[in-house]
């Protein structure tokens, strides 16, 4: 079953985001399997994420790697992410 992750980044700049998707890709971690759409969007100094996925289990195999790269560049969530079963997607 799909899910959607919302996450909560404290302050989160483009600066910290873009140092962590470089880290990422370097790693051969982005963008990771199991991840059909990830957006980030928000004000500037005040970003958040939302990502859909194919199955919990792909997602938290790639939080294991994730979490320590986002802590590496200073960027923190207010709480853990929000998830929830998708319903249904509609592409344009």
Avoid at 36 to 47: E, R, S, T
Wanted: with cysteine.
């Amino acid at each position: 079953m799909s899910i959607v992750v919302r996450f909560s980044p404290i302050a989160l700049t483009a600066e910290k985001y873009a140092e962590a998707t470089r880290v990422l890709t370097n790693a051969g971690e982005w963008p990771p399997a199991g991840c059909d759409y990830h957006v980030c969007f928000g004000l500037a100094g005040n970003l958040m994420v939302s990502e859909i996925w194919n199955s919990r289990e792909q997602f938290e195999a790639f939080g294991t790697r994730l979490m320590p790269i986002l802590a590496a560049a200073g960027i923190q969530l207010a709480s853990p992410p929000d998830i929830f079963e998708v319903h249904n997607v509609v592409k344009g």
